[in-house]
Structures are given as C-alpha cells and as structure tokens.
Nanobody, 122 residues
C-alpha cells in the first residue's frame, strides 16, 4: 500500500528557504519517479520538479529552475525538495506523487500524499 507523507512546509519570508521531504516507509522510493506538485490558492495543481526512478535525472518547471533542487536520500528512503529564493508566487500546498513508474514523463500520477502548506509572505 502506497502511503506518501510530505513534511517540511511552513511560513517563510520572501527570499527564504525551505526543504520539503517525501517519505513512504513501505515503498522503496528510489525505484520510482517522484514528482512534486504545487497547488496555489484558486489554481490547479501543477508539477514543479521530478526525479526519475533508478537514477538522478531531474526535471523542473521553468520558475523552479535555479531555485529548487529535487534529490533523493536512498539510505533514508526520502525525496527532498530544497526550495531557495522563495517568493509569494511559490505559496501553495505541495504534494509528492508517484505512479510507480520510472519516467517523469509518465502522466499516471496515481498516488499522492496529503500535502504540506508553504506560505511565503512578509
């Protein structure tokens, strides 16, 4: 049973940083592509960053490039989203998701965590 759990959200000032974590004690996350999504208030959920299953290939949405880093800690079975130079447009609920597939281009994001709130405000 897939049970993704996000953590690490919070309130941060513009220009600040946060590191989000995605965990699932019952699933070996390194085998699968993991995508981070963001849902801003009043907007649809959108993909932000992805790490491919089995290797370190990554993909980023344009506004995340150069500011966000997705990475794995395979020993701890975690996927991180390190976010720097945050701005108010980054505010939203962040979800990690997997489709139990390898490729980030696979649209079947079937399993989702409950989300963690990120609020960027002065």
């Amino acid at each position: 049973q897939v049970q993704l759990v996000e953590s690490g959200g919070g309130l941060v000032q513009p220009g600040g940083s946060l590191r989000l974590s995605c965990a699932d004690p019952g699933l070996k996350l390194e085998r699968f592509a993991i995508m981070w999504f963001r849902q801003a208030p009043g907007k649809e959920r959108e993909p932000v960053a992805c790490v491919r299953g089995g290797d370190a290939y990554t993909w980023y949405e344009d506004s995340a490039k150069g500011r966000f880093t997705i990475s794995r800690d395979n020993a701890e079975n975690l996927v991180y989203l390190q976010m720097t130079r945050l701005n108010p447009e980054d505010t939203g609920v962040y979800y990690c998701a997997t489709g139990l597939r390898v490729y980030c281009s696979d649209p079947a994001w079937k399993y989702w965590g409950q989300g963690t709130q990120v609020t960027v405000t002065s």
